[in-house]
């Protein structure tokens, strides 16, 4: 049974910064050969594609997150993070790491990430 736990999350003012991290565990396929990714859900919207993180070390992000946001991640841990800067009230959200896919594993219960203006 694979469980991803987020945590991190809070309210910070914009531009203040957040980091999330993500903890992995249960996977029957070695977390050192799978992507991973961060995704969102803000209120009333589809769920969307935040940053990844390939086996190679690539990474890539959504283009509103490009500059701000930094994806890392610790294969002996397994534990992908998430540095998040210059953060906006448009960022506020419920964050999710899995796997990069579709396909997905069960959805952990995020980390919520709010941004005052």
């Known amino acids: 049974q694979v469980q991803l736990v987020e945590s991190g999350g809070g309210l910070v003012q914009a531009g203040g910064s957040l980091r999330l991290s993500c903890a992995a565990s249960?996977?029957?396929?070695?977390?050192?050969?799978?992507?991973m990714g961060w995704y969102r859900q803000a209120p009333e919207k589809q769920r969307e594609f935040v940053a990844s993180?390939?086996?190679?070390?690539?990474?890539g992000y959504a283009d509103t997150m490009k500059g701000r946001f930094t994806i890392t991640r610790d294969n002996a841990r397994k534990t992908v993070s998430l540095q998040m800067n210059s953060l906006k009230p448009e960022d506020t959200a419920v964050y999710y790491c899995?796997?990069?896919?579709?396909?997905?594993?069960?959805w952990g219960q995020g980390t919520q990430v709010t941004v005052s203006s």
């Open positions: 993180s390939s086996t190679d070390g690539t990474t």
């Open positions: 899995n796997i990069y896919g579709p396909p997905f594993y069960p």
């Open positions: 249960g996977m029957t396929m070695i977390f050192s050969r799978r992507a």
